[in-house]
């Protein structure tokens, strides 16, 4: 129990008992845990990617799966065009991540000799995902997601042969597209108030859609403010799809630039 100025008072003077529990202060209430997330919030970030290629793909059948070995720089000269996109929407401790790539991308070639006078190939690729996570841990340090999610592809290729002297145009199309589950986890070390590392990767497929996919992102963040952070780090993402003739076994990699708009 409190007292007041005067009972401490008239305790001293011998006019009121004294007990040994009115000299300990009485203890400080505990604070209260602090607060996870002020939500629902949502952060949109746009990225480009410079990703090589390589791995093996179908082409004309009969004809055997061809090698691709091709440096973002191959790929940057016949791209037609792309989006990149990302979203989380976040509310306490469930996360739900979302991403966006599409690209189309058309390569020509001259042929030797009499049957056909040049190849075109055009592709057009587009990867969707979705992935709701929990925030197992959190702290001024350290937070740990853990979830799993759904990666869906979708593939056209047209592969054009033009007429030569001895041979008459080929038109060829394959189109392809599947879903993968994965799993995924993610881990963001706050450096300070300023400057974190996140690292991002999941594994999937598991027979369900492709043999096997997987990525990893590794970034590093500068916020800087309130509303607005910048990245910039690398990604790898593979993929060993195969479904009769067609055959998808590539691996994408190299470093990203990116922005996120916090709401």
């Known amino acids: 129990m409190k007292r ?7 305790m001293l003077a011998g006019l009121a008992p004294l007990h040994a529990a009115d000299l300990v202060p009485a203890p400080a209430e505990p604070a209260p845990p ?9 952060a ?5 990617w410079a990703s090589a290629l390589s791995g093996k793909s179908s082409t004309l059948p009969p004809l055997p799966p061809a090698k691709i070995d091709l440096t973002f720089g191959d790929i940057f000269k016949d791209l037609n065009g792309g989006i990149m996109g990302a979203g989380e ?4 401790r ?3 991540l979302t991403d966006v790539m599409f690209s189309k991308v058309t390569s020509t070639a001259k042929l030797p000799g009499l049957f056909f006078s040049e190849a075109e190939l055009r592709t057009e690729s587009l990867t969707l995902q979705g992935d709701a996570m929990y925030r197992l841990f959190t702290n001024q340090t350290v937070d740990f997601d853990l979830g799993a999610g759904v990666r869906y592809w979708n593939l056209d290729n047209k592969l054009t042969l033009k007429s030569g002297a001895l041979a ?5 199309s394959e189109a392809e597209d599947w879903f993968d589950p994965v799993v995924a986890a993610r881990i963001i070390a706050h450096i300070n108030d300023t400057w974190s590392v996140t690292v991002l990767g999941d594994i999937g497929g598991f027979n369900a859609g492709s043999k096997l996919t997987y990525q990893v992102v590794g970034l590093l963040n500068y916020k800087w403010n ?5 990245h910039a780090g690398y990604r790898l993402l593979s993929v060993d799809y195969k479904n009769g003739s067609f055959l ?3 691996r994408m990699y190299g470093p990203l630039v990116a922005l996120t708009y916090k709401f």
């Open 226 to 230: 309130e509303n607005v952070t910048l």
């Open 4 to 10: 007041t100025a005067l009972s401490v008072i008239l």
């Open 94 to 96: 469930w996360i739900v």
């Open 168 to 172: 008459p145009r080929i038109d060829h």
């Open 44 to 48: 949109f970030t746009g990225y480009f």
């Open 34 to 42: 602090p607060a996870l997330y002020i939500g629902p919030t949502f």
């Open 89 to 92: 929407f976040k509310v306490d």
């Open 248 to 250: 998808y076994d590539v």
